[in-house]
């Protein structure tokens, strides 16, 4: 099983901050995805990245997958409350990437 | 669409019980997935189903745990002799077949809790 590790493992920052959230590994991967989870609730999909290098925009968030495809970058811009959550990384494996496996997240918490 | 629901969303049982949680999956999803998610901790995959089949199960599914996708639609997850060790968030989650790379919609977990 590949490890992917997230950093930092906690985040609290003021309203209106930007802020940038890392997955690595040591491994190559077809595709990544980014989830966001927030308390008592299960994981709800942001974005699949699959190409080395590429840039995905979702509002005030931006995806970057490394050009060796081994790491991700999640930036936030102007940070709001509502964006707290435990955000984390996964890569799919097996036929169709059914099988997830998850890195332990980055717990963000924005405060007003 | 009402999404993946879970039921319960928490349970409380003592060391020894036996719980089985069920899970809805999204309707015309033919894929089913359970996870175990722990504090501080992302969800580590814990079994599969593709329409009644289980395909795959993690090293993590115990003999004390079985699931079942009788009609290959609803999943239930039982857990025989509980232990402390067991309390955990189990989250379902279900997709449709096809495509390069799954989408799996998370429901919103069961809490376990082993006094």
Known sequence: TQLLEQSPQFLSIQEGE???VYCNSSSVFSSLQWYRQEPGEGPVLLVTVVTGGEVKKLKRLTFQFGDA???SSLHITAAQPGDTG???????????NYKLTFGKG??????P | DTGVSQNPRHKITKRGQNVTFRCDPISEHNRLYWYR??????????????NEAQLE??????DRFSAERPKGSFSTLEIQRTEQGDSAMYLCASSPSGGVIDTQYFGPGTRLTVL
Request: hydrophobic share 30%; aromatic share 12%; with cysteine.
């Open chain 1, 69 to 71: 495809r081994k790491d």
């Open chain 1, 86 to 96: 435990l955000y984390l990384c996964a890569y799919g494996s097996g036929g169709s």
């Open chain 1, 18 to 20: 930007n802020l940038t």
């Open chain 1, 106 to 111: 980055t717990l963000l918490t924005v405060n």
């Open chain 2, 57 to 62: 199960k993690s090293r993590l599914l115990s």
């Open chain 2, 37 to 50: 998610q722990t504090l501080g901790q992302g969800p580590e995959f814990l079994t599969y189903f593709q």
